[in-house]
Each structure stands twice: as structure tokens, then as C-alpha cells.
């Protein structure tokens, strides 16, 4: 699975500085990506840090296909030493990858770390598009219960907006993109995906075939 937002595919964890990490067991038979976002959300919302859910889970939200690879939690670029110390005083396993824009939460099944199963990653991002994240971006967040935990949710437009910007000869996937847009079309603001994505070649590429396909009106 392909990272549109870094244009890496996950793959396994990089070998990067390890923070305090004490985590908890999962006490329930949900999916483990389920229960990483509603920890991490948890975490965040009661130490008071400002927060919204991107990515796919937000788009999920809004109706698009449930992720199974990631979550993706969004940040002020000026709140990522607290949000990462917030997610590890909660027991998740923080690491900074080489990229500048985000930072990686990992949440084990039963607590261990020498678990078999895959660690469930919360992505942590403080940039969109390569854009930083401001307070503003995260004030049009609405807050929704996902999971039964109350939080903000980005709207679908600036998520479609980040992923399209993040379009380029390294990963040029449509096929994910075009089943989230299906299902979110009628909530998209069109004409400032088009702004936003002006000179871009792979965002006009898309762009072009939603509109010969249907999905979206003539811009």
C-alpha cells in the first residue's frame, strides 16, 4: 500500500528514535487499526491537544471505503513535540521517520512488542501537500463521533486537495483515489480542488478523467 501523502509505501518501520513506550493490551476482537485510532484520538483529545482525523479514516467518515493500512491524524505544524509526547505517555511507540512533515505512532496487539501481528500505525501530520498545517485548516473541522469517540473531522476537500498534490512520477496511483471520490463526490468543493491543484500535471490528470467519467461536472 502507497503513502499518497509521503509518496513511500509503508512497508515495515524505519529503523528511527524509539520514545517512551509502555503500551496497553487490546481488550476487545475489533479490527487493531480500530482500536489505534480511538487510543491515539483518546490520548490527544484529554491532554488538551488541538487535532483533527485526516486521511481515509476522515473520508470514511464522510463515506468512502473504511482504510485497513493507516490512520492519519492531522496536527499544527507548532504542536508536534506535544502531540508526540501525548501519544507516547498513552503507550504507543513513537518514531521519526526521515520525512519532515509527519511523525509515526505505533499501537501493539496485547502490549507486546514481540508480537507476531503487525503494529497498527497512526500517522501524525503536521504537513498537507506540503503545506504546513495551521490552526486554521483545523478550525474547519467538524466535530463527529467516529468509533464513540467525539473528534474533529476534516472536511473531504482538503484531504482530496493533499492527496492530489502529493501526485507525481514516484507514485501516480488512481485506482484509490477515484473509490474515494466516487464516494464523496457531492461534498467536494470541485472548483477549489481545481484552484488548489492549478499547474499541477498529475492533479489535472485526475482531474480530467473524473470529469470524462462522470464523477464530477465540468469545472
Known amino acids: 500500500m502507497q503513502d ?9 518501520k524505519v529503523p528511527t528514535i ?5 503500551p496497553l493490551p487490546v481488550t476487545s476482537d475489533e479490527p487493531l487499526l480500530r482500536t489505534a485510532f480511538k487510543h491515539s484520538a483518546s490520548a490527544l483529545k484529554a491532554d488538551g491537544v488541538p487535532f483533527a482525523l485526516g486521511g481515509g479514516y476522515a473520508l470514511w467518515v ?8 493507516d490512520v492519519d491524524l ?13 501519544l507516547a505517555a498513552a503507550g504507543l511507540e513513537v518514531e521519526r521517520p526521515p520525512e519532515d512533515w509527519l511523525f509515526k505512532a505505533y499501537y501493539y496487539k496485547d502490549g507486546a512488542e514481540e508480537a507476531a501481528e503487525e503494529p497498527a500505525l497512526v500517522d501524525v501530520l503536521h504537513r498537507l501537500g506540503g503545506i504546513p498545517v495551521i490552526a486554521a485548516l483545523l478550525d474547519t473541522a467538524l466535530e463527529q463521533e467516529v468509533l464513540g469517540v467525539r473528534i474533529p473531522v476534516l472536511p473531504p476537500t482538503p484531504i482530496m486537495i493533499a492527496k492530489l ?12 483515489l477515484l473509490l474515494a471520490v466516487r464516494a464523496v463526490r457531492e461534498q467536494l468543493d470541485w472548483a477549489e480542488i481545481r484552484r488548489a491543484t492549478r499547474d ?19 469545472f
Open 4 to 12: 499518497v501523502e509521503c509518496r513511500q509505501p509503508h512497508g515495515k
Open 200 to 218: 499541477e500535471p498529475f492533479a489535472e490528470a485526475f482531474l480530467l478523467l473524473v470529469e470524462r467519467l462522470g464523477i464530477a461536472t465540468q
Open 165 to 176: 498534490l502529493s501526485l507525481s512520477e514516484h507514485y501516480c496511483d488512481f485506482a484509490p
Open 62 to 69: 464522510h463515506g468512502g471505503p473504511e482504510p485497513i493500512h
Open 74 to 86: 492531522v496536527v499544527a505544524e507548532t504542536d508536534v513535540e506535544v502531540a508526540a509526547n501525548s
Open 18 to 22: 524509539v520514545e517512551q513506550s509502555r
